[in-house]
């Protein structure tokens, strides 16, 4: 049986009528089954905003929480490396600027404070529904090698931990892992770790319709789930 506490996240956006998760949920998701996440906290006002990056450390990153703006960055909605108070003070006023002359319609619930991961190299991990098969898992590096290349590996769920490591091998770009052409080597340990969370997930929450843990961030030692979007039912 799964915990009662994933149960209450769908059963929130049930009842605000919202067929997906906003990111800080999907985070918290993310976190019960021991996936690594940014440290973050939604908050309400300025006031709070600047407490949270205090209590969290700068650097810190800002982001909007809105029903209407599920793609964050293409309505102006990310603020990256926010270094001191001041900082985020006026990213807290910008972002709701942007948002607000992007989308004009958006509903504000408040700003996302988060812990910065310092850049590294991108994967990403997602999901689909097949209607026949039912849950797939997705792999794959992340930005250009996705969008353009379509170089991703896919499995139905659930997954052993021998088929996470073949999803990881079999992308094209797996060298780049490996530490190719001056790249960090990845921790491939930390991702396997990340697969098959994630296929736990999505054998025990049925409500999961589409995933996409975009981007994780993958070090020499361990890696930080920095995005996840989920669409509900
Ligand atoms: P979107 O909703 O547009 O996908 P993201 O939350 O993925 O927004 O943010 C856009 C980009 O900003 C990410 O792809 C990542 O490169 C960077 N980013 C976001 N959050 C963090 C973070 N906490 N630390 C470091 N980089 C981040
Ligand atoms: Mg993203």
Redesign the pocket.
């Known amino acids: 049986m799964r915990d009662e506490a994933i149960s209450g996240i769908f059963e929130e956006a049930r009842l605000e009528g919202r067929d997906y998760l906003f990111?800080h949920e999907a985070k918290r998701l993310c976190s019960f089954y021991g996936m690594p996440v940014?440290r973050f906290m939604v908050s309400r006002t300025v006031e709070e905003a600047v407490a949270a990056a205090a209590e969290m450390g700068f650097p810190v990153?800002l982001?909007i929480v809105s029903p209407q703006v599920?793609?964050?960055?293409?309505a102006g909605g990310?603020l990256?490396n926010i270094e001191d108070e001041e900082e985020v003070r006026a990213g807290y006023r910008r972002i709701i600027e942007n948002v607000g002359a992007k989308v004009p319609e958006a509903e504000i619930m408040g700003i996302l404070v988060?812990?910065?991961?310092p850049?590294s190299t991108?994967v990403i991990v997602g999901s689909t529904r097949d209607p026949t098969f039912g849950q797939t898992i997705m792999f794959g590096l992340?930005g250009i090698f996705v969008e353009i290349l379509e170089d991703v590996s896919f499995r139905l769920v659930p997954i052993t931990r021998a088929d996470a490591e073949e999803m990881i091998r079999e992308i094209r770009a797996y060298r780049i892992l490996e530490g190719a052409r001056g790249m960090p080597k990845a921790d491939q340990e930390a991702i396997v770790g990340i697969l098959l969370s994630t296929s736990r997930m999505l054998m025990e929450c049925p409500e999961i319709k589409e995933l996409d843990i975009?981007?994780v961030?993958v070090y020499e030692a361990g890696a930080k789930i920095?995005?996840a979007?989920v669409i509900l039912g």
């Open positions: 990111e940014t990153v982001k599920l793609h964050k960055s293409d990310v990256l988060q812990e910065m991961a850049s991108e992340g975009n981007p961030l920095v995005d979007r």
